[in-house]
């Protein structure tokens, strides 16, 4: 049985900041009067799941078994969210609907295939104590069932660093591995986690380390992995690749396969639900990122968030096998 099919027999728990990513689609033929910015013309506009929405899409697309727990507001962006992911085959009720949140919102206007501007309507206060009460309990009684979990942490309140921390000791004590995509400075609340997977960016400002510090990826991948104790780590770098670090191993870099970046929207949730799935389904961690680099080469050929369907699945497939 190839990976493809065996990630087909897996469940993963995914946890984290969901969100809806609208579209405004137009043309610019003109500047304001008013002020020297382009004027849209709206043509059509589109939303999509976004945010730890879009790791579940991806995790569909490859044909694992999910659970989505995250919160969302009493709106019609809520109600939008949970109708698309039913339709796709997840169940709405762990998308949990907190009082005074509104759903996390990113609009993005594009006129000719270029971003124009971005809005975003969210709160990202932290969940208080209630709330968080309510979370860990609906994520105990999922993570029986999950074979993975995957935490998609967007900074927007959801995840917070006492909910993280339990999250991932419950995973740990149930013999489940647990990857993170992770944000903000301090990566010492991700302590304990399996994998995580930050960009070249994000991984530097984590180590407090300038653009020019030399080897900075190799720099910033020991230090993280040793620091906070996990088996691997995997540091993006956009049309640099990848590089997998893991422990007791040598380092291993992996090259971009996209010559054509259009938009690298959604591409880090692509990477974790990759990740996720293969490890999950047997893969070791090398064949997981290979893997996860070939879909990301082909998300980031698309324009707006897109997740894997099952006709980029077989060029992903495909690419794979090149690698292996």
């Known amino acids: 049985m190839n990976l493809v099919d065996r990630i087909s027999e897996i469940s993963v728990l995914v946890a984290g900041d969901v969100m809806l990513d609208r579209y405004w ?11 020297p910015v382009p004027v849209v013309r709206l043509i059509e506009s589109s939303f999509t799941p976004g945010g730890a929405a879009n790791v579940a899409a991806n995790l569909l697309g490859l044909g694992a078994r999910v659970s989505l727990l995250g919160g969302i507001g009493d709106d019609s962006e809520g109600a939008f969210l949970r109708s698309d992911i039913s339709a796709k085959g997840v169940d709405p009720i762990d998308l949990i609907q907190l009082e005074g949140r509104p759903t ?27 709330h ?15 074979d993975i979990v995957v935490l998609s942490d967007y900074a927007k309140g959801f995840l917070t660093e006492s909910l993280v921390a339990k999250m991932i000791a419950a995973a740990r004590n149930a013999g489940k591995r647990i990857v993170v995509d992770p944000k903000g400075l301090e990566y010492a609340r991700y302590k304990g986690a399996t994998l995580i997977t930050p960009n070249q960016k994000e991984a530097a400002e ?47 870099h992996l090259h971009a396969l996209s010559q054509d970046i259009f938009d690298v929207t959604g591409a880090g949730d692509t990477v974790v639900a990759c990740m996720a799935a293969c490890l999950a389904a047997g893969a070791d961690a090398y064949q997981a990122a290979a893997f996860a680099n070939a879909a990301a080469g082909i998300v980031v050929g698309q324009v707006g968030t897109t997740a894997i369907t099952s006709e980029l699945m077989k060029s992903v497939s495909d690419s794979d096998e090149e690698q292996s």
């Open 25 to 35: 689609w137009g043309t610019v033929e003109r500047i304001s009067p008013e002020a």
């Open 104 to 130: 996390t919102v990113k609009t993005r206007v594009v006129a000719h295939g270029q971003h124009v501007v971005r809005v975003d309507s969210e709160n990202s206060t932290p969940l208080n104590g209630d």
């Open 132 to 146: 968080e009460a309510i979370v860990f309990d609906r994520y105990e009684s999922l993570l029986k069932h999950a």
């Open 206 to 252: 984590a180590c407090k380390l300038g653009v020019a510090t030399p080897n900075l990826v190799e720099t910033a991948g020991e230090r993280l992995l040793s620091e906070i104790e996990l088996e691997m780590l995997l540091i993006t770098q956009g049309e640099h690749g990848m590089t997998l670090f893991q422990k007791g191993h040598e380092v291993q």
